[in-house]
């Protein structure tokens, strides 16, 4: 990988093309350029049988130039830096900052290549290749670009081992908060190549890791947990921790009763608000409330009842609703 700064300060990580596919994607176009620059000589040699020799001589050159130089040069400026052959081989050409190229790039590169890949077959653009860092050719230094590589075989995701079954949700109350990044990107690479390093080597790394995990957490690990265990561990209770943020707990709450108010007795919905005006029909003290029915006399004889303050507050907010809330 090359690292290419472009002009605002940021590092891309580009890969260079490198002499074979480079190699190729020329050849792929010269091959087209050719046939079509045969072609078009055929069709001027029997277009032009009556002219005299110079202006056969002027058609040649100006067919030569706008085919085999023109051409490359017009199709990287509308491509921006695919031709045929690059597009086939997975290639393309852009500025030294990683942008992508203009006419004048363009222009000093198909100049050069005149001389580099058709005076001297390529010779010249093989050994400048050779010879540079990043693979460029003459016509690539004059002209500020770069060749790279679009089509990178992706790298195979590797999931992280779960930690075993006994250390599941051992570690839910530790502090994750001071852990950075870095340090996660660490781990996580080392729990998914540990079974490829050598077994000293590994355990020594794993040991370095998880020192480190707990000087950030403040907590040590359970004893006689290995460090590897330890790790997966922390790693698992991180992935929960970030699932259950991602996705919420869905929580079950009651919906309001009727008229607005919560259900009676606990219930929830509009079931809970229609038993809370059953019961505010009763009353809380034997009386109906009002407006629900005719009032009924009291008896003459009545024992004394002793009304407490939650009971006389239900018994007011009947009144005034005509709904009791729950007792």
């Known amino acids: 990988m090359s690292d290419v700064v472009t002009g605002d300060a940021v590092v891309l990580g580009l890969q260079p093309a490198r002499l074979p596919s480079r190699a190729l994607a020329v050849l792929i176009d010269l091959v087209v350029v050719w046939a079509v620059y045969l072609l078009v000589t055929l069709g001027l040699a029997v277009a032009t049988a009556s002219l005299d020799e110079a202006a056969v ?35 393309r050409v852009v500025r030294d900052d990683g942008g992508p190229i203009r006419f004048r790039h363009a222009l000093v590169r198909g100049a050069m290549g005149v001389v580099e890949i058709l005076m001297t077959f390529g010779v010249v653009a093989c050994v400048a290749s050779l010879v540079s860092e990043r693979g460029r050719r003459l016509g690539d230094v004059f002209a500020g670009t770069l060749v790279v590589r679009e089509r990178i075989p992706a790298a195979r995701a590797l999931a992280v081992p779960p930690p075993p079954p006994w250390l599941v949700g051992r570690f839910a109350g530790l502090d994750l908060s001071a852990v950075p990044e870095s340090l996660w990107l660490e781990i996580r690479q080392y729990l998914t190549r540990a079974r490829e390093l050598d077994p000293a080597v590994g355990r020594r790394l794993a040991e370095r890791l998880a020192d480190e995990l707990v ?95 939650v009971a006389d507050a239900q018994e007011t907010t009947a009144r005034a609703t005509g709904f009791a809330p729950p007792a």
């Open 215 to 309: 000087a950030r957490t403040g907590t040590p690990p359970p004893p006689g947990v290995p460090a590897d265990a330890y790790l997966a561990g922390v790693v698992a209770e991180r992935q929960t921790r970030e699932a259950r943020r991602a996705f919420g707990s869905a929580g079950v709450t009651g919906a309001p009763g009727a008229a607005g108010m919560p259900g009676a007795a606990g219930v929830p919905g509009p079931a809970g608000g229609a038993a809370a005006a059953v019961s505010g029909a009763v009353g809380t003290s034997g009386m109906p409330a009002p407006g629900f029915g005719p009032p009924v006399a009291p008896s003459p004889v009545a024992a004394p009842v002793v009304v407490s303050p």
């Open 57 to 91: 001589t002027a058609l040649s050159i100006a067919s030569f130039l706008l085919i085999l130089v023109g051409a490359p040069i017009a199709v990287e400026t509308l491509s921006h830096g695919r031709s045929l052959g690059k597009l086939a081989c997975g290639l």
